[in-house]
C-alpha cells in the first residue's frame, strides 16, 4: 500500500509563490515517476509537472518558466515551487506516482488526496 501525502497548498494574491510538497510512503519501488496533477472546477484533472527518478522533467506549456518540479528521492519526496502566480492556477493540485516495473510497464499508480491552491486576482 502506498500512502502519498500533500502539503503547502493555500490562498495567494496574483504574482506570489506557493511551494507543495508530496512525501509517499510505503512499498515503492526504485523506478519509479512523480508528478502533479491539477483540476479546476468543471474541468478535467490535467498534468501540470512530472519528474523520473533519473531527474528528467516534464512540464505543461501554461506553467512553462514559473513552476520548477524537484525530488528527493532517497526521501520519497517530490516537491513543485511555484512562482508567478495567476488566477487561472487555482484547483486542486493533487500528487502521481507511477511505479515503473520491467520493461517499463506501469505497475502501479497512486493518488494524494489533493490540496488546494487559490489565487486571488
Known amino acids: 500500500q502506498v500512502q502519498l501525502v500533500e502539503s503547502g497548498g493555500g490562498l495567494v494574491q496574483t504574482g506570489e509563490s506557493l511551494r507543495l510538497s508530496c512525501a509517499a510512503s510505503?512499498?515503492?519501488?526504485?523506478?519509479?515517476?512523480m508528478g502533479w496533477y491539477r483540476q479546476a472546477p468543471g474541468k478535467q484533472r490535467v498534468l501540470v509537472a512530472s519528474?523520473?527518478?533519473?531527474?528528467?522533467?516534464n512540464y505543461a506549456d501554461s506553467v512553462k518558466g514559473r513552476f520548477t518540479i524537484s525530488r528527493d528521492s532517497a526521501k520519497n519526496t517530490v516537491y513543485m515551487q511555484m512562482n508567478s502566480l495567476k488566477p487561472e492556477d487555482t484547483a486542486v493540485y493533487y500528487c502521481?506516482?507511477?511505479?515503473?516495473?520491467?520493461?517499463?510497464?506501469?505497475?502501479?499508480?497512486?493518488w494524494g488526496r489533493g490540496t488546494q491552491v487559490t489565487v486571488s486576482s
Open positions: 519528474i523520473t527518478n533519473g531527474g528528467s522533467t
Open positions: 502521481n506516482l507511477k511505479q515503473i516495473g520491467q520493461f517499463g510497464i506501469l505497475r502501479q499508480e497512486s
Open positions: 510505503g512499498s515503492i519501488t526504485s523506478i519509479n515517476n
